[in-house]
């Protein structure tokens, strides 16, 4: 799994292509301000192993992102240009869904980004060392 997380004074996007037929149809975007965006690639070698093992990395990596950010609030994204292997969409929704449900468990106000869009994306992100992190889970 690759992660890109980027701290957001502001992150808004308009879905632009649906890529995925078997998703629902969104029309409408949506903004949030003081937010974690976490910019996440799920690899075919997380396949290998649980749900449960890879959401709690997951999961453990966007805490700790926030806490440095000071903030509760985390936007989940998927982002399938981290890496040229890709886990598939069942597995990558899954795991977006139980980290989402964690997160919320935890007191953390969170998103998703519509799975399977192509979207227009805006984002406004200060410049200073921790707003930008990016790792291999």
């Given at each position: 799994?690759?992660?890109?997380?980027?701290?957001?004074?502001?992150?808004?996007?308009?879905?632009?292509?649906?890529?995925?037929?078997?998703?629902?149809?969104?029309?409408?975007?949506?903004?949030?301000?003081?937010?974690?965006?976490?910019?996440?690639?799920?690899?075919?070698?997380?396949?290998?192993?649980?749900?449960?093992?890879?959401?709690?990395?997951?999961?453990?990596?966007?805490?700790?992102?926030?806490?440095?950010?000071?903030?509760?609030?985390?936007?989940?994204?998927?982002?399938?240009?981290?890496?040229?292997?890709?886990?598939?969409?069942?597995?990558?929704?899954?795991?977006?869904?139980?980290?989402?449900?964690?997160?919320?468990?935890?007191?953390?106000?969170?998103?998703?980004?519509?799975?399977?869009?192509?979207?227009?994306l805006d984002i406004k992100?200060p410049g200073h060392s921790?707003?930008?992190?990016?790792?291999?889970?």
């Amino acid at each position: 799994m690759k992660v890109l997380v980027i701290y957001a004074d502001r992150f808004a996007y308009e879905p632009a292509i649906k890529n995925l037929e078997e998703v629902e149809t969104i029309e409408k975007g949506a903004a949030h301000e003081n937010c974690i965006v976490a910019f996440i690639q799920m690899e075919e070698g997380d396949e290998e192993k649980t749900v449960a093992s890879r959401e709690k990395k997951l999961v453990n990596h966007l805490k700790w992102t926030a806490r440095k950010n000071d903030t509760q609030y985390i936007v989940l994204h998927s982002f399938a240009h981290l890496s040229e292997s890709k886990a598939s969409p069942e597995f990558t929704k899954a795991i977006f869904d139980a980290a989402e449900k964690r997160l919320q468990n935890a007191e953390y106000q969170t998103a998703q980004t519509p799975f399977g869009y192509f979207l227009d994306l805006d984002i406004k992100a200060p410049g200073h060392s921790l707003a930008r992190i990016w790792a291999t889970l």
